[in-house]
């Protein structure tokens, strides 16, 4: 009986608003992976990288790989993961090194943002024409009543209309907030590309000097180290 007294149209509007809180949860859902995963891979300011890149700097400026490798080691912020992975790939030499690098940063962190954004921008698109589909099944629902009834109730025929605005405007009220933050979020990844452009540029620049001073590793580094005792070795005149 409980069965029998549900219409379609209650149905579907029910359904529609499960769909427009499931897209707005996911929109949000991803939009706020996208913010926090930005605010994780760069520097809160220029003159906290400029900080880590002088350290940097100067240990280029003695060949001590190994050491940035380390300084860098553990840090989730897209310069010094770059950087450890320039210093881990020096064997193939700066070219090969620089194209790798670049290529698992576009790979590994804006691949993964231009991913979430894409979902929110698809929630964005989708939330109107949720709204509007439960928007054309309560006008539906309205001229049901109409034609089903000798003398229409103005209660039953104000739920169907309330049905047919009320799932349009959650419709818009999604997609406007999320239209908002995604264009706060893509200002953000902007300036997260220019300062990493800006540290990416002055690495690249003393990596590539550092590689041609110091081929093996300079006196830090164990490479160049090992190599010590057999300089000697072959220096020393035969007893």
Not at 7 to 26: C, H, K, V
Not at 144 to 150: H, P
């Amino acid at each position: 009986m409980l069965f029998a007294e549900i219409s379609i149209f209650d149905i579907i509007s029910q359904a529609t608003y499960g769909a427009l809180a499931g897209a707005a949860l996911w929109g949000l859902y991803s939009a706020t992976v996208v913010w926090a995963r930005v605010n994780q891979k760069r520097f809160k300011s220029e003159d906290e990288q400029d900080v880590f890149m002088d350290d940097v700097e100067q240990m280029l400026n003695v060949g001590d790989f190994e050491g940035i490798a380390e300084y860098s080691d553990g840090d989730n912020r897209a310069i010094p993961q770059i950087i450890e992975m320039a210093m881990h790939h020096r064997e193939l030499g700066y070219k090969r090194a620089r194209q790798f690098v670049l290529d698992r940063f576009q790979r590994d962190v804006m691949s993964d943002l231009e991913y979430r954004l894409s979902w929110v921008s698809t929630v964005i698109k989708s939330a109107p024409m949720i709204g509007l589909f439960g928007t054309v099944f309560g006008m539906m629902g309205a001229f049901k009543t109409l034609a089903t009834s000798e003398s229409v109730e103005p209660s039953l025929l104000a739920g169907d209309i309330n049905v047919a605005l009320r799932t349009t405007a959650c419709g818009l009220a999604i997609a406007i907030p999320l239209m908002i933050l995604v264009a706060n979020v893509n200002i953000k990844i902007a300036k997260m590309e220019d300062l990493v452009g800006s540290g990416l540029a002055r690495f690249m620049t003393q990596y590539k000097e550092a590689l041609a001073k110091w081929p093996n590793g300079g006196p830090a580094s164990p490479s160049a180290s090992a190599a010590e005792p057999v300089e000697t070795v072959m220096q020393s005149p035969p007893s």
